[in-house]
């Protein structure tokens, strides 16, 4: 079987096919096989299941999966990188599926056999985007195992209290157990980003952190970080009269929330308390309305 010693170093397929990285697609091409290697051993044992892969470019992760005994289906949107791919699937008979598309309009929950996981060095311009897509469907993968901005990895597995504590932690987290795996340089990378990256792994909990409603977790997280510097009472005020309640103060205090706190000091659960409320006063404010709503006149 083919592996890393008998195929051509990516430099020299890269320059066979005349590719450039496209700024416009957020590429980054990774060629360091031994970094490839060492992100593919964090997604675990990928010899069962499926794993799914975003952007492969010239394949340097392809390979490493690959030679790790891994059944890949690649996700590729640059029909540049075809050919590429074409001739590192016939270098693994029957172990590469490539799927010409955009990521954003595939269901990858629906991809290949389970267990299925996704490992990939996300492109920066939708890397937030396509995770908050598959948190929708998180039961569906054994793990993520993906490469972000060093920026958007902290606001995943920050902390109630800190800066970078936000929207983005509480919904991954209240899905997710998440972990900083490692940081990666930008040299790495050609061209080299103005940043650094980090491989995150994500395992999807068995059940979500606390029960809550996904809509309306993502609503109230949304009214509490709108207005992030003001306290919990001022930024609730306004999702707080919508459902029939007098304001922020009655909202936070039937959660048994301190209306003085501001969103960033609140954990996951307590966000999940504040969403049951909503859920709770919304239903009886509508029941309230279908009874004094005027009947249709009979005949």
Not at 256 to 269: G, S
Request: with cysteine.
């Amino acid at each position: 079987m083919a592996d890393g010693r008998t195929l051509p170093p990516l430099r020299d397929v890269i320059a066979q096919h005349r590719l450039a990285a496209d700024k416009s697609l957020g590429q980054h091409f990774l060629l360091d096989l031994n970094l490839c290697a060492r992100i593919a051993r964090t997604a675990g044992d990928v010899t069962i299941g499926t794993t799914i892969e975003i952007g492969p470019g010239p394949g340097g992760l392809t390979r490493a999966l690959l030679e790790a005994g891994a059944q890949v289906i690649a996700i590729e949107k640059d029909s540049r990188c075809q050919p590429i791919l074409a001739e590192l699937a016939e270098a693994f008979p029957g172990r590469l599926t490539v799927v010409a598309g955009d990521a954003m309009a595939v269901n990858c929950a629906t991809l290949g056999t389970a267990p299925r996981r996704i490992v990939a060095n996300l492109p920066y311009n939708v890397a937030t985007e396509l995770l908050l897509q598959w948190l929708t469907d998180i039961g569906s993968f054994e793990s993520l195992t993906l490469m972000f901005q060093q920026e958007v990895a902290e606001r995943l597995a920050a902390e109630p209290g800190t800066k970078t504590y936000g929207r983005l932690s509480i919904m991954t987290q209240w899905l997710c157990q998440v972990a900083l795996a490692f940081d990666v340089n930008p040299r790495a990378f050609t061209p080299p980003p103005k940043v650094n990256s980090t491989v995150v792994s994500l395992r999807p909990r068995p059940q979500p952190l606390a029960a809550a409603d996904r809509k309306t977790l993502e609503r109230v997280t949304a009214a509490a970080f709108g207005q992030r510097r003001k306290m919990l009472r001022q930024s609730l005020k306004v999702l707080a009269t919508s459902i029939g309640l007098a304001d922020g103060t009655a909202l936070c205090s039937a959660a048994d929330i301190d209306p003085t706190a501001r969103a960033e000091t609140l954990t996951v659960e307590q966000f999940c308390a504040l969403a049951n409320i909503v859920d709770t006063n919304a239903a009886a404010l509508a029941r309230r309305t279908a009874e004094i709503s005027p009947r249709p006149a009979g005949r």
